[in-house]
């Protein structure tokens, strides 16, 4: 019984976990978000390697 209730304890805590990935992609660490790549400018899509403004005025996501 104990049991059951620490397997659906932690499926809701990975159900929460992936509702909030979908959600809110740019609240979660960056560990997290490993699968989007290298930061890039929110304006022009370019790369932004060691940098969080970008030439043409715009922020990193
Ligand atoms: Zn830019």
Redesign the pocket.
Known sequence: MLFKTIIVFLGAMVLIALVGRALFPSALPKVLRKREGPPR?G????YLIGQKT?????KAK
Do not use: I, Q, T, W
């Open positions: 400018c304006k022009c899509g370019r970008c030439d043409c005025g715009g």
